[in-house]
Each structure stands twice: as C-alpha cells, then as structure tokens.
C-alpha cells in the first residue's frame, strides 16, 4: 500500500495484479476472523469448545474490534477518488497485532529460535528501510525531482526513468542514512533537513534494537552452551597448574567435547515430563535387557530415571576382568570391543542398543564369578553409555517385591545356561534361611528390650519428680510416713 502510494508508476502499470491481490488478502482476513470466532481458550484449565461460549468471549474481546474495523469496506472511496488510490485500504494495518501474534508462536515453537530471532529483526529493517525509500521518493515528487542534489534525480534523464531503477536507487539512498553510512549529498531545504533529522533518529533506535537484539542472541546460545556443556575452564587451569602430561591433557579436552548433562537439563521440569521424556528415549532399550524382559511396564520407567549417562573416549577401558561389578550399561552410540588381556586381541564388538553387567547387579547367591567381571570391555571411538547402578536397582526393588523374584529367577536361569551357579541343597537353603529369620527376630528383641528399659527409666524420673513437687506444696507431716522419707532422702 506505501509503495502504490508513492511510486504511482507501479501503481497504474499493474493496477489489475495489485486489485486481484488486494482482495486475496481480504478474503484472507475473513477466514482469520470466521478462526477468530471458533478459537478455543482455557478456562480454569480446561479447553472451552462450545461454540455459543466461543462467539460470545470473540465479541466481547479487543480483537473482534479491530478485526472488524481492518475489515471495513473503506474500497468504496475508489469511486469518488479513482482506483489509483490505494491509501484507502490503510485500515487493513489494523490487523497487524495477528501477524506479530503469528510470528511469537512461530519462535517458540521453531528449533531454532535464535536464527528466527534475527531473521525477524532483519525483516524489521527491511520493510523499515522499505517504507523510508517510499516516503523518499514521495518527498523528492513534491520537492521536485533534480531539483537539488539532494532529491531523486530528473526522470526526464532516460538512466533514471525506469521504475526498478527509480526503487532501488531510493532503498539504496535509505540503507545509507538508517545505517548511519554517511556518504549523502547534505540537504539544501528545511524539508529534507526535517527528513534526515528524522531519520538519524530512528537510525539511532534501529542501531540500538539491532545491537541489543544481537547482544542476546550471544547471550542465550551462551547461557545455552553452559548449561547444556559444562564449563571446563577450571579444569584446564588446574591441569596446566599441576603440570599434566599433553595427552592426559587433550583426552580431558575431548571428553568435554563430547559430555552433556541431559539430568541437569531435566531436572526443572515436573517429574511426570522427566519419567515421559526417559522413557521415550531409553524404554525400547532398557526393555531389550534380558533379565528386564516381561517386566511391569511402571518398574521399567522407575528404572530409566535412574539411568546415569556416561562418555569413554576412545581406547578407554568401561571394565576390567576381575573388577567387581556396581552397575550394568547399556550402549546408547559408539563401538565397544571385547579384548583379551593382552588389549589388542578382540573376541567381539558391541554396538548401540547392546548391554553387558546386568548379572552383577542382582547379587545372586551362587554366582562362581562373585559379582565380577568376567571380560575387557573397552570404547573403540567415542562412546554413549547409560549405567544403572545396583544400589539404585535395589531402591527400586524394594517396591517391586514379585519383580524381584522374577529378576533374581532370569538372573539364576542365565547364570545356570553359563554353567556360572554354584548349586546347593535346597534343605541347606531353608536352614539359612531359618538362621536368617532367628537371627532377625533376636535383633528385633534386644531392640525392644531397649525400648523398654528406657520407657522404664522415663517412668521413674518423672514420678521422682512429680513426688519432690507434691513436696514442695505440702508439709512433710501431712504425708504418709514413707513418702515423707523418701522426700526427705531425696533432698538430702
């Protein structure tokens, strides 16, 4: 509409395209308002859908005013004025809340905000520097073109009469002065002092929003960075401050390339959207485990809240043969390699979705192997693993009592497959067990015979001193002979 407004050459040249548009556009703003009027809102929570509901909360709204007056039929003036006058249809500007509105949404929704954030500040610019060339142009007509060095030239000059030429001579003029570039002919005439007066003013607050805007796109992808990795400058001092060979040095380094803290990225949300982002991401694997195998579906997402994730570079052993084993893994990305002892030989490659120690978090009884390792497992290339620790299996189990005997039965199973469980005679095992209960019960009773011998000594003490109050209060002759002796040993 500005641009029809004051390049009137483009404006009678492609007056059909401009109409047929024009009223694309309108036909748009009624769709917007018929949306407008069907929109849901929440009310104490809860999605209102009731259309009668819908049409009354629109109309009674701000933005059924302004839908309404953007959408007035102010093209009727086309027949006292002439269809060259496209300045009548400015009321459809009034419907520019729904595009900022649209633009909002997008940037929170979008997986770059940050990029859209400057795309949109540039879009600003843009259609500021847009309508600046526009008013340019307009200023140079009334002042008279060539009429100092300052306005557009003569377009009786044939380098200057075309209509491209004539635009982007204007937007080239106006990116100089909103930018602050300089390198313009001084004006001669109070009009265009006014003009440029009031163009370094908003090139003053254009330059302001963009260096603002600009400060906290860097701002945010910092404060991002730093949450999302943690900071490791204190590290790098410490290790240049205690000497540390080159390579130890460049394997921290890559280390901190490669870690992220996904917990302390989650950890702000509710616990419901933890436990739904846990398990959507390590359910298919952690129930791809052997022993978790026809487990109850709220044991699996106890159990993926309590996955740890962990980084091993490249030639970094996860476990030795004969460590004891505290936690099972389970390989989100990367290669692990099965090695002899001699760390070169491999006997297998591991890859994603592969697990290896969940038989060492169950504590069997049998177990030949003792809860240790029984392979080398070392990262080929940088690997992704998630642990679970046994303490935390046990924590959960506590919870899961059948769950417990189902996993310690799969444990037993495997074990036996691998010729790894030591049998024992069942007589035997009901006797330990036996001891185990007789043992718990004479522990239970020495506890409750401290209870006692306190409760008595508390007893005591307070009838020794409600008696030395009953004293206080009464003469020893009016007591009963025992008492009063009592009272008077107990002063003495």
Known sequence: IVQRTCFYAIEEKFVATWLTL?????????????????????????????????????????????????????????????????????NRFLRTGRMNEALDRMETRTSY?????VAKLMLY??????????????????????????????????DFAATRRQYFYCFWFSTLILTTVGDTPPPEREEEYLFLV??????????????GSMGDVISSLRDRDNVFFPNHELVKGYLRSRRIS?????????WYQKITRENEILQHLPITLQTAIAVSVHLPTLSKVTIFQNCEKSLLEQLVLKLTPQVYSPGEYVCKKGDVGHEMYIIKEGKLAVVADDGVTQFAVLGGGNFFGEISI?????????????????????????????????ETLLEYPAAKRLLEEKGRQILTKMGMLEETDEGEGEVEKTEDKVKRLEASLEALQTKLARLIAELESSAR????????????????????????????
């Open 125 to 158: 610019i843009f259609v500021l520097i847009h309508w600046n060339a526009c008013v340019y142009f307009s200023l140079s007509n009334y002042i008279g073109f060539g009429a100092d060095p300052w306005v557009y030239p003569n377009i009786s000059d044939p």
């Open 362 to 394: 169950l504590n069997i009884k049998g177990n030949k192997s003792g809860n240790r390792r029984t392979a080398n497992i070392r990262s080929i290339g940088y690997s992704d693993l998630f642990s679970l620790s046994k303490e935390d299996l046990t």
């Open 198 to 211: 009031a163009d370094m003013l908003i090139a003053v607050l254009v330059f302001a929003s963009v260096v």
């Open 22 to 90: 024009d009223y694309i556009c309108d036909l748009f703003y009624v769709l917007d308002t018929v949306i407008g009027v069907r929109t849901g809102f929440l009310e104490q929570g809860i999605l209102v859908r009731d259309l009668s509901l819908l049409k009354k909360r629109y109309m009674r709204s701000s933005r059924f005013k302004w839908d309404i007056a953007s959408l007035l039929p102010t093209d009727l003036l086309y027949l006292k004025l002439g269809i060259h006058t496209p300045l009548v249809r400015v």
């Open 113 to 117: 905000p940050n990029t859209f954030r």
């Open 465 to 492: 001193k409600m008696m030395q109050r009953v004293a206080a209060h009464t003469p020893l002759s009016q007591l009963p002979e025992d008492v009063s002796l009592e009272v008077n040993v107990s002063y003495s």
């Open 246 to 254: 080159k390579e130890l040095q460049k394997r921290v380094n890559d």
